[in-house]
């Protein structure tokens, strides 16, 4: 301890200086206000919670579904299954050779697109030359 | 907000039989000590509002939980003092962010007072704002000891610090405070 007692404040001055003045006192707290927000926050966790819950719950039911259906029935989950994959094999046949030509065309694409440009300006042209000749 | 909530409603089952101090009658009790509190630990009025508000809430949720074999005041001074200590980080923490144009207008006024009254009392809020500056690690006790007449004991009960380092900070804290007035002065 470094100070000495005439290196401090005096414990009056502070004392005076810290009470409070007329024109600071305390508004009034309401008890009952406080409680009625602690209740009100209280019941939005609340709420939350329940949320929570019945998101697990709904979780948990969906899956015992599943699986109910799957020991219930499983010529029908095995039927879906199987016609979900004819579906994907069907589409996929189909777009497999497109696929090939995409990749390895025996024409060259920059050539097929300078064909479809100029058939466009082509068409373009004449509706121009038909309409000044219309008007 | 519907505020139907009667003050019978207030008393904690758990306290029913075996307590007489209802959270209302606390309120009722020491609201006034604990914006004091709030009040010369922050500076600032609204500050020490909120933080008291804050403090009342956080009161009554634990309001259950709260051994009643031990002085009621001193619990809610606790987390008051605690409170005010939290919101003045914040607020030292906005200002440092904010620009010295604010701080220019809560220059003090140094222009002479008119009577002597007058002169005591900015005296007095000198020595209140030095409260203020000072590091929270002895505003705290300082505030406890000559705003609350807290004895060094209670005040180690409260802050959770040996008896030994309050009686030690509140002298470095008056002595901090006189070389903060005599710099100002």
Redesign the interface.
Known sequence: ?T?QRG???D?A?????????HD???????????????R?AGTSRAALAVALIAIGLTGVVAASVWSLASAAAPTLIDGLVALALQVVVAIATVLEPIAEIAAEPAVPLSLLAALGVAILHELRERREYAHVHAS | ???????S??RPRAFARTAHVT??DA??EH??E???VA??ILGD?DAA?DA??RA??KA??SWERYDQTRPVRHWLLRIAANEAISIGRVRTRDQQRSTSAEAALETPDRSPLPDESAVA?E???R??RA?AALPELYRVP??LR??S?LSVEEIAAITGRPSSTVG?QL??G??L???S?EASS
């Not at chain 1, 600071?24 to 602690?38: C, K, L, S, V």
């Not at chain 2, 907000?1 to 003050?7: I, K, Y």
Request: charged share 30%; aromatic share 10%; glycine share 2%.
């Open positions: 301890m100070e290196d401090v404040i414990e001055i502070l004392r005076r200086a810290l009470r409070l003045e600071e006192r305390a508004p009034a707290f309401d008890a009952g206000a406080i409680a009625a927000f602690a009100d | 907000m519907a505020l139907q909530t009667s003050f409603t207030l959270f209302a309120v009722r609201q006034d604990l914006f004091g009040l010369r009025r509002q008291t508000s009342l809430l009554f949720r009392r005296e007095r809020e020595v209140r409260v300082v505030v000559y705003f007449e030690v002298l470095r008056r002595a405070l006189r070389s007035l």
